[in-house]
């Protein structure tokens, strides 16, 4: 495949998820609000109002763009995953996948992986993080546009989770749960230079991508291993910091209660867990567009996080000092304003007493 076509077809799709993102969002948003205004004599319940929007043309199209905009993306003819498939030894030559130094992931051919991550390709990228060696590329290259509207650089959203975690706090044992390609994991290295880090994820193809760019920075303190996260094999107490970002919605409800268990478990006496994922659903529009998405994009498995009844659940694994807020992704960003579709991100964090 020819770089340019590549880039040619995914410049398009990019366009045309953009134009789903801004306008067609903002016609569905402002259908619900008439609908609901109080002021208006026919306003109707939201429940009754989502319901009418789902009969809605627009609201279908937006439905049929949001599954086959990213189909297109990620396994069309000039898909993101069939590109760097096509690239594979070449890519996995230059990222060092052969190399046996100080930041080779340690993973395990054999390991095996659960049943509900092996079940359907989440994201609808075809094969999955773990078929293919490709994997980790085509993860990256996709994550770059999963909301437009965010830089592609990576950087915002998860150095703004990374600073509010940290708050004043100088932790020096951080476990970064279901890693990806260390996109979550970096910010953590670079606000902690002194830290020792672990990250760990299943997918051997993302932690050799990871491994990678903790070469590229020269950050021997981070170490990247194939675990899964509901259960390690680090020591009780090894961490004072227990962190995810991204990964609760994609497990099972059983398994984000293990992950939980687990978290304390690890964390040592006054250790901090901290996740960012979804929970808080302002409306029952901000609930048509998640469950949608969920359904759209193969991730069947998140509203688990959102009905979990959390501060129960937490506190009954015995951690205190538990916060669940809203989450900026970015600072010009208003929570208010209903401009654009975004996810709608929650941290949830606790302490294990001391
Ligand atoms: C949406 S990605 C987020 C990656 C990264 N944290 C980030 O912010 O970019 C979710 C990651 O969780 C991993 N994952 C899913 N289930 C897991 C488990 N039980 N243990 C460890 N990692 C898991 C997936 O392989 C994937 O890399």
Known sequence: MQDSNFRAAQAFLLGAKNFWTTSMYQELRSQYERRVDSRNASSIEPRDAVAEIEQDVTYRFFAWLERHLQRMKYSSRYGIVPYHAAQRDRLMQEAGFALNDEY????????????????????????????????????????????????????????????????????????????????????????????????????????????????????????????????????????????????????????ILSLFEESFRLLQPGGRMAHLDFHILPDEFDRLMHYGHARRNNEIFMPGIVELDLPKTLTEIGFRDISIERFKENEDMDLETHDAWRFPWTTISASKPS
């Not at 509901?230 to 009780?236: A, H, I, L, Q, V």
């Open 104 to 255: 080779t992931p340690t993973v395990d051919d054999k390991f095996p992986l659960p049943k509900y991550y092996k079940s359907m390709d989440v994201h609808q990228h075809e094969g999955g993080l773990w078929s293919d060696m490709s994997a980790g590329f085509a993860y990256e290259y996709g994550a770059r546009t999963t909301t437009p509207l965010i830089s592609d650089s990576h950087e915002d959203l998860h150095n703004r989770f990374t600073a509010l975690v940290a708050g004043d706090r100088d932790f020096k044992q951080i476990l970064d749960l279901g890693c990806g390609f260390g996109k979550s994991t970096r910010p953590f290295v670079n606000l902690f230079p002194g830290a020792r880090v672990e990250a760990v994820d299943l997918s051997a193809p993302c932690l050799y991508v990871a491994s990678h760019f903790a070469r590229q920075g020269q950050t021997p303190n981070v170490h990247y291993s194939q675990q899964d996260a509901r259960e390690t094999r680090f020591d009780d107490e090894s961490f004072d910091l227990v962190t995810s970002t991204m990964l609760l919605h994609e497990l099972p409800v059983k398994s």
